[in-house]
């Protein structure tokens, strides 16, 4: 079974620009949550959406937005990018992310803002 | 305020050594504490979690250990290999929403030399 897959991998943008990034969880999955990692900040999460609603959100401005398709493919968004910004995103999928903790994470975008 | 305080930041041991690595949360609605390990270029990988009604919890060389009066919990790598050479999280999670969120702590660099 493939897992989790993020794409691009790696992205530069400068101050201003938006980006759009994406997810695709493990076939069946349909739970996915996003989360930045930074040197700085650590893993935090940013929001998570279950059946093509977002369920839960981080401490994270409205900069920071995302949908989830039938598929359960997810997209999250991120517009007037700041250099603080330059991060690794992950994406992560579970089956049923109410029951044991079973979250699979993607090697994740990096993303670096000029 | 960081609720999940991890200690250390980085940890050398020479491999067959004990790897210990600690953490320490805030709220007491967390209620599922969850390992992972990052190797670089990788998204995390849950290695071991634990729910508070249990103290202890092995699967083949890793252990975790819970104190629930302490609010504090630790992960044990025995005969430590170079292979386990990575970037390991704690996390407490709470339910909410539907969902199990977590909160990460900051991480713990270890290196096993051979």
């Known amino acids: 079974k493939a897992g989790v897959t993020q794409t691009p991998r790696y992205l530069i943008k400068t101050r201003g620009q938006q980006v759009t990034l994406s997810c695709s969880p493990i076939s069946g999955h349909r739970s996915v949550s996003w989360y930045q990692q930074t040197p700085g900040q650590g893993l935090q999460f940013l929001f998570e959406?279950?059946?093509?609603?977002?369920?839960n959100k981080g401490n994270f401005p409205g900069r920071f937005s995302g949908r989830q398709f039938s598929n359960s493919r997810s997209e999250m968004n991120v517009s007037t990018l700041e250099l603080g910004d330059s991060a690794l995103y992950l994406c992560a999928s579970s089956l049923d992310p109410g029951l044991a903790y079973t979250q699979y994470f993607g090697p994740g975008t990096r993303l670096t803002v000029l | 305020q960081q609720q999940v305080k991890q200690s250390p930041q980085s940890l050398i041991v020479q491999k067959g050594g004990i790897s210990i690595i600690n953490c320490a949360y805030e709220?007491?609605?967390?209620?599922?504490f969850p390992w992972y390990q990052q190797f670089p270029g990788k998204g995390p990988a849950l290695l071991i979690a634990i729910r508070p009604d249990v103290s202890e919890k092995k699967e083949g060389r890793f252990t975790i250990s819970f104190n629930k009066s302490a609010k504090q919990f630790s992960l044990h790598i025995m005969d430590s290999q170079p292979g386990d050479s990575a970037t390991y999280f704690c996390?407490?999670?709470?339910?909410?929403?539907?969902?199990?969120?977590?909160?990460f702590g900051r991480g713990t660099s270890l290196i096993v030399h051979p």
């Open positions: 709220n007491t609605a967390f209620d599922y």
């Open positions: 959406y279950f059946s093509e609603t977002q369920r």
């Open positions: 996390a407490a999670s709470k339910r909410t929403g539907g969902s199990y969120i977590p909160t």
